[in-house]
Structure formats: structure tokens, C-alpha cells
């Protein structure tokens, strides 16, 4: 079973920052595309960003594009959300999702399989 435990999350003002983390309890970590989404009240789970297997290759969603970065390191198992320039609208549960059966940066839902329990994060105005 893998596991995933997101960290990091917490109270910031706008235009702040936080460093989300996500450890993963799996040796073949490097053979999973890892995703971060999130969640805002009474709205549906949304994708934020995902990085590929090596690390190479990532994408985010438009509304987090130049403020948010993604990045992993294998030796650690860890995947990582760098959160620059903090909007209110950026308050939300955040998610990891991990998938091993294909290599592309899926932004749906439904295609990840394996999720954390997710972390607060609230930005204040």
C-alpha cells in the first residue's frame, strides 16, 4: 500500500510563502508521476501541478503558473510544492496524488490512485 503524507501547510498572508512536502512510503518512488490538487470549500478538487517520473517534465494550472513550482527529490521520496505570491483565493486542502501507470501529467482526478490526507492551507487578506 502507498502511502502519502503531505506537510507544510498553515496560516499566510497574501503574497507570502509555504513549501508544501509530500513524503511517499514506496521504494519505487521514481516510477510515479506525482501531482499536487486542491480542494477550497464547497468546490470540486482541482489539479495545481504534476511532475513527471525523472522530474523533467511539469505542468501547472494557469492560475498558479509563475508563482507555484513543483519539483521532487527520488533519493527522498518527497515531492515538494513551492508557494510564492500567495492569493486568498489560494486557501484550499491541498492534495498529493501519486500514479505509476502512465508517464503523462494527467490533470484529472479520477487518474491518480494513491492520495495523501491532505494539508490546510490558508491565506489571509
Known amino acids: 500500500q502507498v502511502q502519502l503524507v503531505e506537510t507544510g501547510g498553515g496560516l499566510v498572508q497574501a503574497g507570502g510563502s509555504l513549501r508544501l512536502s509530500c513524503a511517499v512510503s514506496?521504494?519505487?518512488?521514481?516510477?510515479?508521476?506525482m501531482a499536487w490538487f486542491r480542494q477550497a470549500p464547497g468546490k470540486e478538487r482541482e489539479f495545481v501541478a504534476a511532475?513527471?517520473?525523472?522530474?523533467?517534465?511539469?505542468n501547472y494550472a494557469d492560475s498558479v503558473k509563475g508563482r507555484f513550482t513543483i519539483s521532487r527529490d527520488n533519493g527522498k521520496n518527497t515531492v515538494y510544492l513551492q508557494m510564492n505570491s500567495l492569493k486568498p483565493e489560494d486557501t484550499a486542502v491541498y492534495y498529493c496524488?501519486?500514479?505509476?501507470?502512465?508517464?503523462?501529467?494527467?490533470?484529472?482526478?479520477?487518474?491518480?490512485?494513491?492520495w495523501g490526507q491532505g494539508t490546510q492551507v490558508t491565506v489571509s487578506s
Open positions: 496524488a501519486a500514479e505509476s501507470s502512465f508517464n503523462q501529467l494527467e490533470t484529472r482526478t479520477r487518474e491518480y490512485d494513491y
Open positions: 511532475i513527471s517520473r525523472g522530474g523533467v517534465n511539469t
Open positions: 514506496e521504494r519505487t518512488f521514481s516510477r510515479y508521476v
